[in-house]
């Protein structure tokens, strides 16, 4: 069982451009989180998909999108990047059952300059 | 979801048990205790989570007070490979409303285990 996986590892990218960040969650996980973590801070809930939808959102704006797939894979589309941007983006992956334990990526790591 | 209260750092010897305490004290008679940790540059991992009982799995054991106000993680036998972030979280197992899903962490714990 390969876990979470997330693609690319690193990216950087300007001011303004789009982004797009990629996971795969484990192995008969239907549930996938996105979060952004700032440096010296805890990760901070994007939202969650679930059936292709989304299902929660956290105190982010429009400019984070999502997709889910149905293969459960799912996409985190950032647009008109900002410097403040520049975080570790995880995705987490879990079951929609139970005490939904969430498992975690390694994370993308986004620079904008 | 409760906030939660965990001292910023901590130090343990290797070898020796590492007890790093939280505090819940506005935990809902349906939120679970989660612990997770996250070692640096690396996505954080599931420890343990309970109720009201005592759990213990491979990883650590999780004592919570009789009152649910507070509990303490323990890794019985810190390693070098233990020095880690560590976050305590409460939330609802399952859908109760608008932000049941979600984690939603504070600072943790950062634990230093020295040789």
């Known amino acids: 069982d390969a876990g979470v996986t997330q693609s690319p590892t690193h990216l950087i990218k300007t001011r303004g451009q789009q982004v797009t960040l990629r996971c795969s969650p484990k192995?008969?996980?239907?549930?996938v989180s996105w979060y952004q973590q700032a440096l010296g801070q805890g990760p901070q809930f994007i939202f969650q998909y679930y059936e292709e939808e989304e299902r929660q959102r956290g105190n982010f704006p429009d400019r984070f999108s999502g997709h889910q797939f149905p293969n459960y894979s799912s996409e985190l589309n950032v647009n008109a990047l900002l410097l403040g941007d520049s975080a570790l983006y995880l995705c987490?992956?879990?079951?929609?059952?139970?005490?939904?334990?969430?498992?975690f990526g390694p994370g993308t790591r986004l620079t904008v300059l | 979801d409760a906030k939660t209260t965990q001292p910023p750092s901590m130090d343990c010897a290797e070898g020796r048990a590492a007890n790093l305490p939280c505090n819940h004290s506005?935990?809902?008679?349906?939120?679970?205790v989660y612990w997770y940790r996250q070692i640096h540059s690396q996505g954080p991992q599931y420890i343990i989570h309970?109720?009201?009982n005592n759990e213990t799995n491979e990883m650590a054991s999780l004592i919570i007070t009789e009152d649910r106000k507070s509990s303490t993680l323990i890794l019985p036998h810190a390693t070098l490979r233990d020095t880690a972030v560590y976050y305590c979280i409460v939330r609802v197992a399952g859908w109760s409303g608008a932000g049941s899903y979600q984690l939603t962490f504070g600072k943790g714990t950062k634990l230093s285990v020295i040789p």
């Open positions: 987490a992956s879990s079951l929609d059952a139970g005490y939904n334990e969430q498992f």
């Open positions: 309970g109720l009201k």
């Open positions: 192995s008969g996980h239907d549930t």
């Open positions: 506005t935990i809902s008679g349906n939120e679970y």
